[in-house]
């Protein structure tokens, strides 16, 4: 059988093709720079999510094999985060791979910015984690609107940044229009920065800066101490019957039910 040029040509060139992810490899099985573990995020970003080329070393379910590492492997234990009764797959297009793991400090922005001085980072730890104590932890829906899927329509088919999209708690029920300004890294008229009015008893309706959220931590930001008109002249909050199952009544300040304190609710007595 003679093989004539031409075609020996384009079956080199194929092979090339096919293995130039894999010929590179060195013997602790890296092609990939010391860096990648950053860099790669924005390089999959711009290539519109396609994961293509990495299957073709990885496999089609990134999982590996015994000459090439899957996606969930590395010298640190893992790469994406793989928990019980998940694929590879699903790992690499959870929403924490771009979005960063909430629960991490510092949290990191689809950039990978971890600077708290960064609009995308600043105050999403201390909404989600526990918020200094104050309330349960403010999931990511309250202010987002949560795709079902990496590929939903308006998820990765939009430009930066991600909208802000209030739910149901910061528009309290949706009697009000609280407003986010990007450029002042600022939140208004929302619910849970004071922007409420049970039988005239209201709160401050604060504008809450995003990148200096100790501010909005201390009491007396959102509501008054006490808070003005219609209200007992006492700012002894954990006495009873005002908000003892909600504030201690040792110190008034401390709240010793975070379900019960910024829910929508007065939460009066016991």
Known sequence: MQIRPVAFVGWAVLIL??????TELS???KVHPDNWSIEHQAKIRTIGYDLISCKSCHGDDLAGSDEVLGCSSGSSG?????VTGQSVLDAIYACNNCHGYVEDIPFKDVAGNSSPDVVTVRAHTSHYTNPNSLTVNVDCASCHLVPDSVWAEGH???SLYAEVIFDTLATND???TPVWNRQNATCTDTYCHGAFDFDGITGNDSIWVWTTPAAGDLCGTCHGLPPPANHIASSDCGLNPC????VS??????IINTQKHIDGAENIGN
Request: aromatic share 6%.
């Open 17 to 22: 093709v096919v293995t130039w992810g894999c």
């Open 78 to 82: 893992y790469c994406h985060r793989v």
């Open 174 to 176: 949706n009697s009000l």
């Open 27 to 29: 013997d602790d099985h």
């Open 243 to 246: 908000h003892s199952s909600v």
């Open 249 to 254: 009544n040792q110190d008034h300040r401390t």
């Open 156 to 158: 990765i088919d939009t």
